[in-house]
């Protein structure tokens, strides 16, 4: 998926959208790590420092969170912790 560099939504914004529709609809699931920037910049090509932003949205949304030495995971959406048996 390729980002619009001439339009009003800026690249960290549009690189949010398309990683949270990937967590919306199953292709990166919960529990599972989200691209690391180096992937995300290959894909994307865009700095670093817009990836972070982009990654800082969906944590801010309480979508995916950071595991430290591991990567940025999704987070499980279920909110029933209550053991089952």
Same mark, same amino acid.
């Given at each position: 998926m390729s980002?619009?560099?001439e339009?009003?939504?800026p690249p960290?914004?549009?690189?949010?959208?398309i990683l949270r529709a990937r967590i919306t609809d199953g292709s990166i699931?919960? @529990?599972r790590r989200i691209p690391s920037l180096v992937e995300m910049e290959a894909e994307f090509d865009v700095a670093r420092d817009t990836l972070r932003k982009a990654v800082k949205?969906?944590?801010d949304e309480g979508l995916v969170e950071t595991v430290t030495g591991m @990567?940025?995971?999704v987070?499980?959406?279920d909110t029933d912790d209550t053991?089952?048996?």
């Open positions: 980002i619009d560099r339009g009003p939504v960290y914004r549009q690189i949010a959208a699931p919960a @529990g949205v969906l944590k @990567g940025v995971y987070v499980n959406s053991p089952v048996g």
